[in-house]
Nanobody, 127 residues
Framework: EAQLVESGGGLVQAGGSLRLSCVAS????????IAWFRQEPGKEREGVSC????????YYADSVKGRFTISSDNAKNTVYLQMNSLKPEDTADYYC????????????????????WGEGTRVAVSS
């Protein structure tokens, strides 16, 4: 069964860094948009960052611009989210998701339209 698997979460102090990975198995990411979403219990899910694998276009939520960087390694069928200058408000479960990309696609706002989801990885930032 095609799936996404996240890793790299953990506990870090404010100001620290983590790198999340999202590996796809049994399907190629080449024509997909891969998005990272995060959610805390009782709060709304937030689109954090997204990348179009085919042309490398990237998108970021205002809350993470300048601190987070999304990238892909096509040979490894993997997308990364480098998170620097972490803040306590970044604490959440982080999920990667995939959907076919097209020009003008609002990948950060299309959580309900994603074809594939990972099971998430927990990021906790202490103050």
């Amino acid at each position: 069964e095609a799936q996404l698997v996240e890793s790299g979460g953990g506990l870090v102090q404010a100001g620290g860094s983590l790198r999340l990975s999202c590996v796809a198995s049994l399907f190629r990411l080449d024509f997909y948009a891969i998005a990272w979403f995060r959610q805390e219990p009782g709060k709304e899910r937030e689109g954090v960052s997204c990348i179009s694998i085919s042309d490398g276009t990237t998108y970021y939520a205002d809350s993470v611009k300048g601190r987070f960087t999304i990238s892909s390694d096509n040979a490894k069928n993997t997308v990364y989210l480098q998170m620097n200058s972490l803040k306590p408000e970044d604490t959440a479960d982080y999920y990667c998701a995939a959907n076919l990309y097209y020009d003008g696609y609002d990948c950060l706002g299309d959580a309900s339209g994603m074809d594939y989801w990972g099971e998430g990885t927990r990021v906790a930032v202490s103050s």
